[in-house]
Each structure stands twice: as C-alpha cells, then as structure tokens.
C-alpha cells in the first residue's frame, strides 16, 4: 500500500489538506473515477483500487478509458456520449434523483446503476426550516401560525412534513402518485388548494417528464397565480419544475410574494436578473453539508465493495478534519444570529446577488461555482449544542435526529 497527495481537491472545512490512501495497482485496471468534492469521505479499500478526482461538470469520454467506476454528483450528466467506449461499469450517483443519468442506455449497456436516497434529506430539511425561520422573522408573521404546503412526500417530504407537524404547524400534502397507489396515509389536497390556503409552499418532487405526473414546469403561472400576496415560494428540488419566466411575470403582478430558490434552470449557466429579483439567491447548497456527503457514500459503497469484491469499510476521515462535535458559543447570541452563524443563509444569498450584479443575464458558470464552493463545509444541527434557553433549535435538533 502507498499514500498518494492528491492535488486539486477541495480542502477540508477548517482549512486543512486532504489524503486519501490509495492502493497501487500493477495494471492501472481498477481505477475508481470519483467526483472531487466526494473524495475526502471514501474509506480505505483492501484490494488494488486508484482513486481519481475529477471536477464534476467537467469531466470527459477521453478521462474515462482506464476507469471502471464512476462516482458523480448532480452536476455530471452520465450518457452515451460520456461513456460509448469507456470500461465504466458501474455508476454510482451520491443524489436521490437520477434526471442527469441516461437510465436507458445503462440498461442497453448492461451498466450498472446505484444512488443514495434520502442522504442529503436532513440536510434540505434544515434548509427548508431556516428558510420559513427567517420568512418569519423578515415578515413578522408567528413561525407556528404559518400553514404550509408541502409538494411531494418522499425522503425529503415525509421528513418536513413530521418535523412541521411537530413543531405545531399546519401543513397540507401534494403527492399525487401516492395518492394514486395508497401510499400516502394522510389526507392529500390538490396543487390548488396549495397554492390558495398555504403561506408557504416548498418543493420536493423528482425531475420526471416521462410518467402519468410529469413534474417539468409543475409550478407555473396558471398554477401560481392564486398565491397569497405575501406568500413564500421555496425551490430546493430541480430547477426545471418551477418555470421561471411565470415567475418573473407572477412577480411583476404580486411583488410581495417572496421566493427562495436554491436550484436553477440551465446551472450554472443561471438568469442572473432572476436571482437579482427574488427574495433567497442560494447556488444550489440546500443538500450540501458535511454529513450528508457521509451518508451518500456509505450508501453507495455496498456496490462498489460487491463490484470489486472486497469486505465493506467504514468511512474514514482525516483525524484533522474528524467530525466530532464541538459547543457552539450562545451566551452572547440572540436566536437570530445563532441561525445566521449555522447556516448564514441572509449571507449566501447577499453574496449571490452581488455577483448576479455584475452579470446582465446569465451568471457566469465559474462565479456560481464559486459561490456554491465557499458555502462548502456547512455542518447540520447535530453538530452543535446549543444553550438550554434556546428551546426552538433544540427542539429542532432532537426532532431531526429522531426522523434522520
């Protein structure tokens, strides 16, 4: 076995270099192709493995020739042209949705598929709460007399929606394939009740144009038009189910409906007129946090153990960036700027516009990536403790690690 340095990944969060222990194959015939944002989590492996980063949006078909695993996040697009005359056979995906992934030629070419459901569900659900948390406290209105609806109830849905429940909101569910194959075990409303009765409405539905539900361009003007005036509109799904140029008309007819969109048509390539304009700018991070990059990778290593067949492995980490938790320093801090210091949303989004500022239409790929890197090392609740007075974030803590 030998260490190898790998050069142009990302550092750890608190600033420190990242090994990963690799082992040095004689053929070069076991190459693990690895998205670099990714590499850090994998574990030691016990049979000849090569571990090779790659920046995930540009990867190409010439980087794959030596390569029989591929690990991607969203930002890869996973397809013929990318594979037709690669050694690629399994792909492993850290995401729940597969809309970036060719699932039919896979299947033509007997390629072996893998994700990670649910891994970043925690993750999203802090997003989505902090969000409505700071909707609350710009607009005035009582976090718990806030009715929401919830659009979609799967790993992240069900999550948000008992999270919510039991913190005393109100909140009507849209999920109509469950509806359809009793699976929901709840009352189901209509997207128009939704849209008419809610104060917030947030979604969490799969990318699908080819079911009897397609969810492209769900959220329109024809839908949204009944929104309440000062209603929250929040995107942490994919960009394409909200269609933005509706929402830039829905806008211009009710300019106090805000809207908080982490996922945007065309990334990185974004409108940077649209994230000038609306409430929350955030370059897609609602999944992103140390933790759930964890999970997506012991959820995906079963098959690359079984692939290689080796035993399976506990991730490890670099015991300079070891996960273990610290106290996060309250006594001074007010409820808000305890929620400003774990996940400085208001910040993010401030920075977003800035740069959007300097782009008349489209945000340049490279200034979005770089907006969503420097947001990179956000850790979850569990990761603090917080004093005994703060009794809506611990309540909020304890109840995510019971529905984790």
């Known amino acids: 076995m030998i260490f190898y340095r790998m050069s142009k990944i990302p550092k750890t969060f608190d600033g420190g270099d990242t090994y990963v222990k690799l082992a040095q194959s004689s053929d070069g015939s076991h190459n693990l192709l690895v998205d670099e944002e990714l590499v850090r989590f994998f574990p030691n492996l016990e049979k000849p493995l090569c571990i090779v980063p790659f920046k995930g949006r540009l990867l190409s078909s010439h980087m794959l020739k030596e390569s029989e695993v591929l690990v991607v996040r969203s ?66 209105k009582p976090f718990q007399n806030l009715k929401i609806g919830v659009i979609g109830h799967g790993e992240i849905g069900s999550r948000l929606t008992k999270l919510l429940e039991e913190l005393g909101l109100h909140v009507l569910v849209n999920d109509p394939p469950k509806k359809k194959f009793q699976k929901l075990n709840r009352e189901h409303f209509s997207l128009e009740q939704l849209v008419s009765e809610c104060d917030c409405l947030t979604v969490h539905v799969p990318l699908d144009n080819e079911t009897e539900y397609p969810t492209i361009n769900l959220l329109d003007y024809e839908l949204l038009k009944g929104i309440k005036d000062e209603a ?33 048509i065309n990334e990185p390539k ?64 007010d409820f808000k700027k305890i929620v400003d210091v774990v996940l400085p949303l208001k910040n993010i989004s401030e920075n977003f516009k800035r740069k959007s500022k300097q782009n008349i239409s489209k945000l340049l790929p490279e200034d979005f990536d770089d907006l969503r890197t420097s947001s990179l090392g956000r850790r979850e609740l569990s990761y603090y403790r917080f004093s005994e007075n703060q009794v809506v974030l611990n309540k909020i803590k304890r109840l995510l690690t019971e529905i984790a």
Not at 84 to 97: A, E, P
Not at 251 to 263: E, F, G, R, S
Not at 281 to 310: C, D, W
Request: hydrophobic share 40%.
């Open 75 to 140: 930002v890869t697009s996973v397809c013929e042209e990318l594979l037709d005359g690669s050694r690629i056979k399994l792909v492993c995906s850290t995401t729940s949705g597969l809309d970036h992934i060719d699932k039919e030629y896979l299947r033509r070419s007997n390629i072996e598929l893998t994700n990670a459901p649910g891994a970043n569900a925690i993750a999203v659900v802090e997003y989505v709460i902090f969000t409505i948390l700071l909707y609350s406290l710009d607009t005035g």
């Open 232 to 264: 929250l509109i929040i995107n942490s799904s994919r960009g394409n189910i909200l269609k933005e140029s509706d929402l830039l008309v829905l806008l211009k007819k009710k300019p106090a409906v805000k809207v908080a969109l982490d996922c945007w």
């Open 270 to 333: 974004i409108d940077a007129s649209l994230a000038r304009k609306i409430w929350q700018s955030t370059p897609h991070i609602a999944g992103a946090t140390l933790e759930s990059k964890i999970r997506a990778v012991q959820k995906i290593m079963p098959a690359i153990n079984n692939y290689f067949g080796v035993a399976n492995n506990d991730i490890v980490s670099n015991k300079k960036n070891n996960l273990d938790k610290i106290e996060i320093k309250t006594i001074d801090l």
